[in-house]
């Protein structure tokens, strides 16, 4: 065990701090822990690497000592196209404007995996990764401004792992997951017929721990074939932070005790590997989100220019969903193996509550990835993917905006995500 911790530290110290710095998104659910196992389509079955310690860590037992180098790059353009209402506190007194905006952000995500074997059947894992989160800018001068400015969090879950190969057949893999999620929000406020200069901002921002676990089986039915079921769990995270308005021209009024509760709803996953012949195998995975534990964004001492600070409960009324991929793996020799994979997801938001801060549609994934085996202890893995997003409609109210009247956008949202990524996998 000290020579684990030691290897550990003299090799992943750095990716550590570079990947706690930098790790943020867009869209919501992640998938991007390991370039790949993201062009599988068999993530709970497969056994790429130490990624396996992410997906469905019984896998860890037929791994040697290695760790992996994982960064994606994301790019997930939206564009809103409708109608805004902005009240500023004068009946009958909005700002109105009907035309289109524009969010580009662009992300780089980095992981790290590592496993360790010992005894003969037993294994330990660690991944540090980016596992939920979201990036949407418009810009302060949008006519979305007074709806969403920007949206932007930090994320990275911390997931140790142990997994003991019971037999021939059977594996198991368990763990606990430590998750750091921060959240910061601005938006406009039309002040200026109250009298200011301009506009007045609105900001919350808000952090915390929350932890949560991980199981998962294997079983190998024989040298080609191998089922996989893993389970990740809800984890409730408790945001604390501050919430402020900024009257333009006349101060700053702030809220130091902020707190946002966000449920991340458990997965699970049930995945197919079957080796057709030595060059050509196929993989499937169904993955069941409960999404339904997002039923309401809580939130509590939200400062408002009247200087209350009240509770505010925002409905989402999101739905389970069952998500579907098939893919496909190619030995094309000694040196290079080909992959590739379909996915479809649902998206679990409600017609009624979707908004701009997270404006998800149904989504089409196809991805293409390659391993080169460099050398007898490094390989180079590569992919490239696009998401087809389904047009959604936006028909958003707000109640955490800081007026008691609500801004309100209402219209559709295009969206589309391309990825691409590398990874090192290193056989220590």
């Not at 559709?412 to 996998?425: F, K």
Request: glycine share 8%; hydrophobic share 35%; net charge neutral.
């Amino acid at each position: 065990m000290k020579q684990l911790i030691y290897q550990f530290v003299k090799y992943g110290t750095l990716s550590l701090m570079i990947a706690s710095s930098n790790l943020y998104a867009a869209g919501y659910k992640l998938e991007f822990q390991s370039a790949s196992y993201l062009a599988d389509a068999g993530e709970a079955a497969a056994i790429n690497d130490a990624g396996t310690n992410w997906y469905n860590s019984a896998g860890l037992v037929y791994l040697p000592h290695q760790v992996v180098y994982s960064a994606i790059d994301l790019y997930a353009p939206t564009t809103f196209s409708g109608s805004v209402i902005g009240p500023s506190g004068f009946p009958g007194v909005n700002y109105t404007a009907s035309g289109s905006a524009s969010s580009h952000p662009n992300s780089i995500l980095p992981a790290i995996h590592y496993t360790y074997p010992f005894q003969d059947r037993f294994a330990v894992g660690i991944s540090v990764v980016p596992a939920w989160g979201f990036l949407e800018d418009y810009g302060d001068h949008s006519i979305v401004r007074y709806d969403l400015t920007r949206v932007y969090t930090k994320t990275i879950d911390i997931a140790p792992s142990i997994a003991w190969k019971i037999n021939d057949q059977w594996s198991i893999g368990a763990g606990p997951d430590a998750h750091y999620f921060s959240v910061e929000s601005k938006s406009h406020v039309f002040t200026e017929p109250l009298g200011t200069p301009g506009d007045s901002i609105a900001r919350f921002s808000a952090n915390n721990w929350g932890y949560g676990g991980h199981i998962g089986l294997l079983y190998r039915m024989d040298e080609a074939t191998r089922i996989g079921l893993n389970y990740r769990s809800q984890i409730i995270m408790q945001l604390k932070g501050y919430s402020d308005f900024t009257l333009n021209g006349v101060g700053l009024f702030d809220a130091s005790n902020f707190k946002l509760r966000i449920p991340l709803p458990p997965t699970t996953t049930l995945s197919i590997y079957h080796a057709i012949n030595p060059c050509f195998a196929l993989l499937g995975t169904l993955a069941y989100d409960q999404w339904s534990v997002l039923n309401t964004y809580h939130a509590n001492n939200y400062r408002q220019p009247t200087g209350t600070i009240p509770t505010v409960l925002q409905p989402q009324d999101m739905k389970n969903t069952i998500d579907i991929s098939i893919g496909a793996h190619y030995k094309l020799n000694h040196d290079w193996l080909l992959r590739g994979s379909i996915k479809y997801e649902p998206t679990p938001t409600s017609n009624q509550y979707r908004d701009i801060n997270f404006p998800d549609g149904d989504k089409l994934g196809f991805q293409i990835g390659s391993r080169y085996q460099m050398t007898k202890k490094l390989a180079l893995d590569l992919i490239y993917g696009h998401v087809f997003i389904r047009t959604t409609s936006i028909h958003g109210v707000y109640p955490q905006q800081v007026f008691p009247n609500t801004v309100a956008a209402n219209g559709h949202s295009r969206t589309s995500v391309d990825l691409l990524g590398a990874q090192l996998v290193w056989n220590i």
